[in-house]
Nanobody
Framework: QVQTVESGGGLVQAGGSMRLSCAVS????????MGWFRQAPGKEREFLAS????????YYTESVKGRFTISRDNAKNTVYLQMNSLKPEDTADYYC?????????????????WGQGIQVTVSS
């Protein structure tokens, strides 16, 4: 059974940086795609970034391109989301997601397991 442990959230000032981590167990990490999503209060969960199992393919939603970077360390079974130039509108609960195949995907429906979420608050 897959399990995830997310870390790195909290409070940051606008313009600052933060790195989220998601450690995965219970699955062959190098064979699964990973994604990051977020959900702000009163809004639907939205795609942010995804990375293929090998790490050679990444996708980003337009609003975070150039500011956020997804990466993975298959030796540590961990995926990261480096977030720079944070804005108050980035405030949300952030979720890592696991998909049972190798290709990077952008749709929520392409992911099979969701972490518990971690809160990120960006103050103005």
């Amino acid at each position: 059974q897959v399990q995830t442990v997310e870390s790195g959230g909290g409070l940051v000032q606008a313009g600052g940086s933060m790195r989220l981590s998601c450690a995965v167990s219970g699955r062959t990490f190098s064979a699964i795609r990973m994604g990051w999503f977020r959900q702000a209060p009163g809004k639907e969960r939205e795609f942010l970034a995804s990375i293929s199992a090998s790490g050679d393919t990444t996708y980003y939603t337009e609003s975070v391109k150039g500011r956020f970077t997804i990466s993975r360390d298959n030796a540590k079974n961990t995926v990261y989301l480096q977030m720079n130039s944070l804005k108050p509108e980035d405030t949300a609960d952030y979720y890592c997601a696991v998909g049972w195949s190798r290709d990077a995907k952008m749709k929520l429906s392409e992911y099979d397991y969701w972490g518990q979420g971690i809160q990120v608050t960006v103050s103005s």
